[in-house]
Protein backbone atom coordinates (compact mmCIF):
# COMPACT_ATOMS: atom_id res chain seq x y z
CA UNK A 1 0.00 0.00 0.00
CA UNK A 2 0.85 4.06 -0.25
CA UNK A 3 1.39 3.84 3.75
CA UNK A 4 1.31 2.59 6.73
CA UNK A 5 -1.35 0.33 7.65
CA UNK A 6 -2.56 -0.94 11.06
CA UNK A 7 -5.46 -2.96 11.99
CA UNK A 8 -7.95 -3.27 14.14
CA UNK A 9 -8.22 0.77 14.51
CA UNK A 10 -9.99 -0.11 17.59
CA UNK A 11 -9.97 -3.36 20.14
CA UNK A 12 -12.18 -3.60 23.43
CA UNK A 13 -10.65 -6.68 25.04
CA UNK A 14 -11.76 -8.16 28.62
CA UNK A 15 -8.69 -7.90 31.31
CA UNK A 16 -6.76 -10.81 30.85
CA UNK A 17 -7.38 -12.06 27.63
CA UNK A 18 -4.54 -11.77 24.58
CA UNK A 19 -4.75 -9.50 21.75
CA UNK A 20 -2.61 -9.00 18.31
CA UNK A 21 -1.92 -5.93 16.94
CA UNK A 22 -0.66 -5.64 13.12
CA UNK A 23 1.28 -3.51 11.37
CA UNK A 24 1.88 -3.28 7.46
CA UNK A 25 4.82 -1.25 6.80
CA UNK A 26 5.60 0.72 3.79
CA UNK A 27 6.54 -1.75 0.88
CA UNK A 28 10.94 -2.03 1.06
CA UNK A 29 11.35 -0.03 4.24
CA UNK A 30 13.61 -1.95 6.34
CA UNK A 31 12.98 -0.28 9.68
CA UNK A 32 10.12 -0.90 11.97
CA UNK A 33 9.38 0.77 15.49
CA UNK A 34 6.46 0.25 17.83
CA UNK A 35 5.39 3.24 19.66
CA UNK A 36 2.74 3.52 22.83
CA UNK A 37 0.95 6.93 23.53
CA UNK A 38 -1.58 7.06 26.44
CA UNK A 39 -3.68 9.51 26.75
CA UNK A 40 -2.50 13.17 26.38
CA UNK A 41 0.76 11.61 27.00
CA UNK A 42 3.85 11.55 24.29
CA UNK A 43 5.33 8.57 22.62
CA UNK A 44 6.74 5.88 24.59
CA UNK A 45 9.35 3.36 22.53
CA UNK A 46 8.40 -0.62 22.81
CA UNK A 47 10.57 -2.23 20.27
CA UNK A 48 12.45 -1.61 16.90
CA UNK A 49 13.02 -3.74 13.57
CA UNK A 50 16.39 -3.25 11.06
CA UNK A 51 16.16 -5.55 8.66
CA UNK A 52 17.05 -9.48 9.47
CA UNK A 53 19.19 -8.13 12.78
CA UNK A 54 17.45 -8.93 16.17
CA UNK A 55 15.45 -6.61 17.24
CA UNK A 56 15.61 -4.17 20.08
CA UNK A 57 13.12 -4.83 22.32
CA UNK A 58 14.22 -2.45 25.01
CA UNK A 59 11.31 -0.10 25.46
CA UNK A 60 8.97 -3.40 25.93
CA UNK A 61 7.17 -2.58 29.59
CA UNK A 62 6.77 -6.86 30.64
CA UNK A 63 7.14 -9.99 29.46
CA UNK A 64 3.82 -10.02 28.56
CA UNK A 65 4.64 -8.15 25.92
CA UNK A 66 6.06 -9.21 22.36
CA UNK A 67 6.69 -8.70 18.43
CA UNK A 68 7.66 -10.09 15.61
CA UNK A 69 8.14 -9.32 12.25
CA UNK A 70 8.02 -12.16 9.24
CA UNK A 71 9.85 -11.57 6.14
CA UNK A 72 11.22 -8.54 7.04
CA UNK A 73 8.01 -6.81 6.25
CA UNK A 74 4.32 -7.16 8.59
CA UNK A 75 5.08 -7.36 12.45
CA UNK A 76 2.38 -8.40 14.94
CA UNK A 77 2.55 -6.76 18.53
CA UNK A 78 1.15 -9.42 21.26
CA UNK A 79 -0.21 -8.39 24.92
CA UNK A 80 -0.44 -11.47 26.62
CA UNK A 81 -2.86 -11.25 29.75
CA UNK A 82 -4.06 -7.67 29.10
CA UNK A 83 -4.43 -5.38 32.09
CA UNK A 84 -6.48 -1.73 32.47
CA UNK A 85 -2.61 -0.14 32.43
CA UNK A 86 -2.20 -1.15 28.86
CA UNK A 87 -4.74 0.70 27.22
CA UNK A 88 -3.54 3.14 24.89
CA UNK A 89 -2.94 3.42 20.85
CA UNK A 90 -0.29 1.54 19.24
CA UNK A 91 0.91 3.16 16.71
CA UNK A 92 4.00 1.55 14.19
CA UNK A 93 6.37 2.94 12.07
CA UNK A 94 8.30 2.23 9.42
CA UNK A 95 11.75 4.11 7.83
CA UNK A 96 13.69 3.75 4.59
CA UNK A 97 16.68 4.69 6.16
CA UNK A 98 18.53 3.93 9.27
CA UNK A 99 22.56 4.10 10.82
CA UNK A 100 21.87 0.99 13.47
CA UNK A 101 19.23 2.33 15.47
CA UNK A 102 19.38 5.89 14.25
CA UNK A 103 16.68 7.05 11.83
CA UNK A 104 18.68 9.05 9.43
CA UNK A 105 15.28 9.54 7.15
CA UNK A 106 11.76 10.39 8.60
CA UNK A 107 9.15 8.09 10.03
CA UNK A 108 6.35 6.99 8.44
CA UNK A 109 3.40 6.47 10.84
CA UNK A 110 0.41 4.31 10.46
CA UNK A 111 -3.24 5.57 12.45
CA UNK A 112 -2.77 3.49 15.17
CA UNK A 113 -4.78 0.72 17.00
CA UNK A 114 -6.53 2.25 20.15
CA UNK A 115 -6.84 -0.25 22.63
CA UNK A 116 -9.07 -0.57 25.52
CA UNK A 117 -9.26 -3.08 28.16
CA UNK A 118 -11.74 -3.10 30.40
CA UNK B 1 12.89 6.79 29.49
CA UNK B 2 11.93 9.88 26.56
CA UNK B 3 14.84 12.04 25.74
CA UNK B 4 13.26 15.19 24.24
CA UNK B 5 11.12 17.92 26.48
CA UNK B 6 9.26 20.28 24.33
CA UNK B 7 7.96 23.66 26.49
CA UNK B 8 5.51 24.74 26.56
CA UNK B 9 3.47 22.22 26.93
CA UNK B 10 0.33 24.15 25.66
CA UNK B 11 0.25 27.31 23.55
CA UNK B 12 -2.84 28.95 22.56
CA UNK B 13 -2.64 31.50 20.08
CA UNK B 14 -4.51 34.24 17.86
CA UNK B 15 -4.24 33.35 13.72
CA UNK B 16 -2.12 35.22 12.07
CA UNK B 17 0.69 35.11 15.01
CA UNK B 18 3.49 33.26 15.23
CA UNK B 19 3.97 29.97 16.93
CA UNK B 20 7.27 29.08 18.55
CA UNK B 21 7.76 25.43 20.13
CA UNK B 22 11.20 24.33 21.74
CA UNK B 23 12.98 21.27 22.54
CA UNK B 24 15.54 20.04 25.17
CA UNK B 25 17.29 16.93 24.93
CA UNK B 26 20.29 15.32 27.04
CA UNK B 27 22.37 13.12 24.89
CA UNK B 28 24.67 13.79 21.41
CA UNK B 29 22.20 13.11 18.20
CA UNK B 30 22.78 12.18 14.55
CA UNK B 31 19.67 14.06 13.68
CA UNK B 32 16.26 15.89 15.34
CA UNK B 33 12.62 15.93 14.00
CA UNK B 34 9.36 17.52 14.57
CA UNK B 35 5.94 15.85 13.87
CA UNK B 36 2.87 17.28 14.06
CA UNK B 37 -0.07 14.79 15.60
CA UNK B 38 -4.13 15.86 14.88
CA UNK B 39 -6.68 13.83 17.27
CA UNK B 40 -3.86 11.50 18.65
CA UNK B 41 -3.60 9.32 16.04
CA UNK B 42 -0.69 9.18 13.70
CA UNK B 43 2.19 11.29 12.93
CA UNK B 44 3.36 13.17 9.88
CA UNK B 45 6.56 14.24 10.09
CA UNK B 46 7.42 17.74 9.41
CA UNK B 47 10.99 18.75 9.25
CA UNK B 48 14.67 17.23 9.61
CA UNK B 49 17.59 19.18 10.65
CA UNK B 50 20.87 16.88 11.08
CA UNK B 51 23.51 17.62 13.79
CA UNK B 52 25.58 19.60 11.89
CA UNK B 53 22.88 21.82 10.55
CA UNK B 54 21.54 25.43 12.50
CA UNK B 55 18.58 26.11 10.78
CA UNK B 56 16.48 24.85 8.23
CA UNK B 57 13.22 26.24 6.90
CA UNK B 58 10.35 24.63 4.82
CA UNK B 59 6.97 26.96 3.97
CA UNK B 60 6.31 28.67 6.86
CA UNK B 61 8.07 26.48 9.69
CA UNK B 62 11.33 27.23 10.66
CA UNK B 63 13.67 24.94 12.81
CA UNK B 64 16.97 25.87 14.40
CA UNK B 65 19.11 23.59 16.38
CA UNK B 66 22.09 24.43 18.86
CA UNK B 67 23.42 21.54 19.69
CA UNK B 68 25.90 23.05 22.48
CA UNK B 69 22.57 23.82 24.54
CA UNK B 70 20.88 20.40 23.65
CA UNK B 71 18.12 22.68 22.14
CA UNK B 72 16.12 23.00 19.09
CA UNK B 73 13.12 25.39 18.28
CA UNK B 74 9.88 25.11 16.15
CA UNK B 75 8.88 28.24 14.65
CA UNK B 76 5.52 28.39 12.82
CA UNK B 77 4.69 31.73 11.09
CA UNK B 78 1.35 33.31 10.33
CA UNK B 79 -0.44 30.81 11.81
CA UNK B 80 -4.16 29.17 10.65
CA UNK B 81 -7.04 27.45 12.47
CA UNK B 82 -5.29 24.26 11.05
CA UNK B 83 -1.95 24.13 12.72
CA UNK B 84 -3.94 23.07 15.63
CA UNK B 85 -2.30 20.21 16.64
CA UNK B 86 0.19 18.69 18.97
CA UNK B 87 3.94 18.78 17.76
CA UNK B 88 6.37 17.10 18.94
CA UNK B 89 10.30 16.60 18.61
CA UNK B 90 12.34 13.41 18.17
CA UNK B 91 15.86 12.92 18.99
CA UNK B 92 18.03 10.01 16.75
CA UNK B 93 20.92 9.34 18.88
CA UNK B 94 21.88 5.83 19.82
CA UNK B 95 17.75 5.52 20.47
CA UNK B 96 14.68 7.57 18.68
CA UNK B 97 12.89 9.11 21.45
CA UNK B 98 10.05 11.40 21.18
CA UNK B 99 9.34 14.24 23.58
CA UNK B 100 6.38 15.15 25.25
CA UNK B 101 4.97 17.29 22.66
CA UNK B 102 3.57 20.28 23.15
CA UNK B 103 -0.57 20.84 22.46
CA UNK B 104 -1.34 24.46 19.92
CA UNK B 105 -4.41 25.90 19.54
CA UNK B 106 -4.33 28.35 16.89
CA UNK B 107 -8.17 30.66 17.46
CA UNK B 108 -9.88 31.80 14.36
Known amino acids: GAGVSQSPSNKVTEKGKDVELRCDPISGHTALYWYRQSLGQGLEFLIYFQGNSAPDKSGLPSDRFSAERTGGSVSTLTIQRTQQEDSAVYLC????????????????FGEGSRLTVL | SQQGEEDPQALSIQEGENATMNCSYKTSINNLQWYRQNSGRGLVHLIL?????REKHSGRLRVTLDTSKKSSSLLITASRAADTASYFC????????FGTGTSLTVIP
Open chain 2, 49 to 53: IRSNE
Open chain 2, 90 to 97: ATAGNQFY
Open chain 1, 93 to 108: ASSSGTSGGTPIAELF
